[in-house]
């Protein structure tokens, strides 16, 4: 198993084809590569909001 942890922000992307609103994740430079071999997979994604927010 293969852990990365890191803070970002949650971007709204509009919405698919169907309605549906979609999400992104912004992954900063400085763990690009940590993360090359995750492109692609399904991953499991934990959501933690500071409380100092």
């Known amino acids: 198993m293969v852990q990365v ?7 709204s992307m509009g919405h698919d ?3 549906d ?3 992104a994740i912004y ?6 590569n ?4 995750m492109l692609d997979r399904e991953v499991i994604v ?3 909001l ?3 927010e």
């Open 5 to 11: 942890t890191f803070h970002s922000k949650i971007f």
């Open 17 to 19: 084809k169907y309605g």
């Open 21 to 23: 609103p979609k999400y």
């Open 27 to 32: 992954v900063p430079k400085a763990i690009h």
């Open 34 to 37: 940590k993360i090359k071999e």
């Open 46 to 48: 934990i959501v933690i």
């Open 50 to 52: 500071p409380d100092d």
